[in-house]
Nanobody, 126 residues
């Protein structure tokens, strides 16, 4: 079992930045691909970014490419999401997820992930 706890969300003006963290416990995440997903009110959960086990491969939603960066520090059992140039439409609850299938591919499919955090709210004001 892997437990995931997100932090770093908050209220920020459009154009601003936030850095989200996802701290894992229970197991080392160095054998897990990790992803960040988000869900806005009335919308389905969607992928934001994903990263391979050692961080060499990343995968981003088109809407965040060039603005968001996913990274990981396996020694700290933590995954990060640096969000720059935030837009009002980035407002959502952001969750991290771990994929325990043994695959190193950073999938963008939510059904591929086995463990989920509770999420952290990100609100971008105009």
């Amino acid at each position: 079992q892997v437990q995931l706890v997100e932090s770093g969300g908050g209220l920020v003006q459009a154009g601003g930045s936030l850095r989200l963290s996802c701290a894992a416990s229970g197991r080392s995440i160095d054998q897990y691909t990790m992803g960040w997903f988000r869900q806005a009110p009335g919308k389905e959960r969607e992928v934001v970014a994903a990263i391979s086990c050692v961080g060499t491969i990343t995968n981003y939603a088109e809407s965040v490419k060039g603005r968001f960066t996913i990274s990981r520090d396996n020694a700290k059992n933590t995954v990060y999401l640096q969000m720059n140039s935030l837009k009002v439409e980035d407002t959502a609850v952001y969750c991290c997820a771990a994929r325990g299938s043994g695959s190193n591919y950073p999938s963008r499919l939510r059904d591929d992930y086995d463990y989920w955090g509770q999420g952290t709210q990100v609100t971008v004001s105009s």
